[in-house]
C-alpha cells in the first residue's frame, strides 16, 4: 500500500480480555517498529522486527505482550489480559536501508481504551 | 539510558512569527528524525539528520544538528496555522536501522 496501515483504529475492550493490533507495513520495507504512546508517557518502543525474526523485544513491558510478522509483511501486536494501564496509542512503523538511511513510516495509530 | 530533552514543552505563536524547538541528547546520536503529529494522526517524517554541522530546509522548516550530534534545533520561518502540531525528535542512539527514542515533543499553537 502507499502508507502503513493499522487496524483498527480505535479499540474499546473489558479489562482482562485479550486484543489483537494489526500492521500492514509499506510494501517492500523490511523493517517493522511498534511503539506505544501514552500521557504522560510519550513514545516508547515496544519491539522491532528485520523481517519475520524480531531482534529487539526489549520495550515489551510485560509477558502479556508479544507480536508476530509472517511473510515479511503484516505483524500482529497481542495483549493478553489487559489491564487500565495498556490504554494507549499503539503505532507501527516500517522502514527500508536508503542510502545508510532507515527513515520510519508511521501508521495513524490503534487507539486502545481499556475498561 | 539515553534520553532527549526537548524544549519548550509547548508554545504559543502568532502567525508570522519564527520560532525555535530545540533537541538535546546526553549521548552522541547516529541520526536525528524530526517529526510532526496532529492529534489522532501518526507522525509525518519531517527530516533527517547525520552528519555534524549538517543542516535541511524544507519549505519554511530549517533543522540543524550540531557538530558533536548531541543537539538539533527545528526553525519555522513566518509561522502559519498549518505549522500547528506536536513536533517529536526521535534519534537512534545504535546503530541505524534499531527503534528510535523520542523526546517528550513540544506542542506548537500559532494564532491567527
Known amino acids: 500500500g502507499a502508507g502503513v496501515s493499522q487496524s483498527p483504529s480505535n479499540k474499546v475492550t473489558e479489562k482482562g480480555k485479550d486484543v489483537e493490533l494489526r500492521c500492514d507495513p509499506i510494501s517492500g520495507h523490511t523493517a517493522l517498529y511498534w511503539y506505544r504512546q501514552s500521557l504522560g508517557q510519550g513514545l516508547e518502543f515496544l519491539i522491532y522486527f528485520q523481517g519475520n525474526s524480531a531482534p529487539d523485544k526489549s520495550g515489551l513491558p510485560s509477558d502479556r505482550f508479544s507480536a508476530e510478522r509472517t511473510g515479511g509483511s503484516v505483524s500482529t501486536l497481542t495483549i493478553q489480559r489487559t489491564q487500565q494501564e495498556d490504554s494507549a496509542v499503539y503505532l507501527c512503523a516500517s522502514s527500508i536501508p536508503t542510502s545508510g538511511s532507515y527513515i520510519q513510516y508511521f501508521g495513524a495509530g490503534t487507539r486502545l481504551s481499556v475498561l | 539510558s539515553q534520553e532527549l530533552e526537548q524544549s519548550p514543552q509547548s508554545l504559543i505563536v502568532q502567525e508570522g512569527k519564527n520560532l525555535t524547538i530545540n533537541c538535546t541528547s546526553s549521548?552522541?546520536?547516529?541520526?536525528l528524525y524530526w517529526y510532526k503529529q496532529k492529534y489522532g494522526e501518526g507522525l509525518i517524517f519531517l527530516m533527517m539528520?547525520?552528519?555534524?554541522?549538517e543542516e535541511k530546509s524544507h519549505e519554511k522548516i530549517t533543522a540543524k544538528l550540531d557538530e558533536k550530534k548531541q543537539q538539533s534545533s527545528l526553525h519555522i520561518t513566518a509561522s502559519q496555522p498549518s505549522h500547528a502540531g506536536i513536533y517529536l525528535c526521535g534519534a537512534t542512539p545504535r546503530q541505524a536501522g534499531t527503534a528510535l527514542i523520542f523526546g517528550k515533543g513540544t506542542t506548537l499553537s500559532v494564532s491567527s
Open positions: 539528520l547525520q552528519k555534524g554541522g
Open positions: 549521548k552522541t546520536l547516529y541520526g
